[in-house]
């Protein structure tokens, strides 16, 4: 029975090809539209994502406050707040894991005839652990050569490209201010973070080596931000707390008087990035669902139409014995085809766009397996949605008037 009557819905819908084709264009570009916004969508969130992984979970960064001088102020980062002792001091509290001090600024790098203006990092080994940094080829530097204030460097990958091009860098010697390094390790590629800088451009020196040959400091020990990492998501807000009580403590500030470095939570900065593109994804696929509706409506139309123009054809099936369900039930089935052929070409449509895209801009691209069952459900249900009022007029026709109707 129900394959008699998708036999003949379509029959029905290949007797005006030209119709057809026209109500199911509404669904096609409904569907594709979602099916390429959602894509788009679910490609920058998993853009963000991984920019988020690059910049290693759970982590706070300490700032160093302003000075004035002669009434000018400059800003937060160069002030002589924050010290090695207070990172060390850091260390010591609950639900810490990492805790890697911080000096760094951009500097010039020569190699034999080439120079590449970079971020010069001066950090201790925790460093690359706050920040899940692995290396490529060489090896780290230890609290050893914190101590005796080497002159060995991690380099990164743009950095390294600019300076060596093909060429290994490891055991290769580069200068900083005059001064010699060693190349003993090259880092893997992490890409840009969510302010847009390239995190591979960089170079990284020990604490001591950077604070005494490459910047100077004005105190001894003095660092611009201290990096650390909490154990947990959830033990985040007790870390802060506890690290602005022990700062204030140690740099012996009263209740009235206001902190004199900054912290700043990058996870949290990470969340409403990740938030943004989810909202953004979910604007985008609620922008292209107005094309179903449009579609939706598109099918109520010609089904009125078709209820209309076979009239005397309703009239003569329910004379020889069919029932209004089965009346029904033929009508529904003819709009549910006309939306399910509609979402197998606007699937199409969309995912070669979505490829195009990709292959034209290098966008990041993701077409998931739900945007594709929630396509067909949409399509599904538009077709019951919008096809049940013209299914329903039809069956509830007289047949004496039916058979009358020209």
Do not use: C
């Given at each position: 029975m129900l394959s008699a009557m998708l036999g003949e819905a379509w029959h029905a819908m290949g007797c005006n090809r030209m119709r057809t084709a026209l109500t199911m264009l509404g669904m096609v570009i409904g569907v594709g539209s979602v099916v390429l916004m959602l894509a788009i969508g679910q490609g920058a969130q998993y853009a963000v994502a991984q920019t988020i992984s690059t910049m290693g979970s759970n982590l706070y960064i300490l700032i160093s406050g302003s000075t004035s001088t002669s009434g000018v102020r400059t800003g937060s980062g160069f002030g002589p707040t924050l010290n090695v002792a207070d990172a060390e001091?850091?260390?010591?509290?609950?639900?810490?894991?990492?805790?890697?001090?911080?000096?760094?600024?951009?500097?010039?790098?020569?190699?034999?005839?080439?120079?590449?203006?970079?971020?010069?990092?001066?950090?201790?080994?925790?460093?690359?652990?706050?920040?899940?940094?692995?290396?490529t080829s060489g090896y780290a530097f230890g609290e050893s050569d914190v101590r005796s204030a080497s002159r060995v460097a991690l380099i990164g990958k743009t950095a390294a490209e600019n300076l060596f091009d093909r060429e290994d860098p490891i055991g290769k010697t580069i200068r900083i201010r005059q001064t010699p390094f060693v190349i003993i390790g090259t880092l893997a590629a992490k890409g840009q973070n969510l302010d847009g800088r390239d995190q591979d451009d960089t170079v990284i020196i020990p604490l001591t080596t950077a604070q005494r040959k490459v910047f100077g400091v004005p105190f001894a020990g003095s660092v611009r931000t201290i990096i650390l990492q909490a154990s947990s998501a959830e033990a985040m807000p007790a870390v802060e707390k506890s690290v602005t009580a022990l700062l204030r403590q140690r740099h012996r500030l009263r209740e009235d008087m206001d902190n004199d470095f900054y912290i700043r939570n990058l996870a949290a900065a990470a969340d409403s990035a990740a938030e943004t593109t989810r909202v953004m994804s979910l604007l985008l696929g609620a922008i292209a669902s107005v094309s179903l509706l449009v579609g939706g409506i598109g099918i109520m139309n010609i089904m009125l139409v078709s209820v209309t123009e076979r009239t005397r054809e309703i009239g003569i099936r329910m004379a020889i014995g069919a029932r209004q369900k089965d009346i029904l039930t033929q009508f529904l089935l003819e709009a549910i085809m006309i939306s399910i052929a509609g979402c197998l070409i606007g699937l199409l449509l969309g995912i070669g766009g979505a490829l195009l895209i990709n292959a034209i801009t290098d966008m990041v691209i993701v077409i998931s397996g739900g945007a594709v069952i929630v396509a067909f459900a949409v399509a599904a249900g538009v077709g019951v949605f919008f096809g049940f009022y013209p299914a329903r007029k039809a069956a509830a026709l007289d047949p004496i008037e039916a058979l009358r109707y020209q």
């Open positions: 001091a850091i260390s010591e509290l609950d639900d810490i894991t990492h805790v890697a001090p911080v000096h760094q600024g951009t500097q010039q790098l020569v190699y034999g005839a080439k120079n590449w203006s970079t971020t010069v990092v001066g950090t201790t080994p925790s460093y690359l652990d706050a920040r899940a940094w692995t290396l």
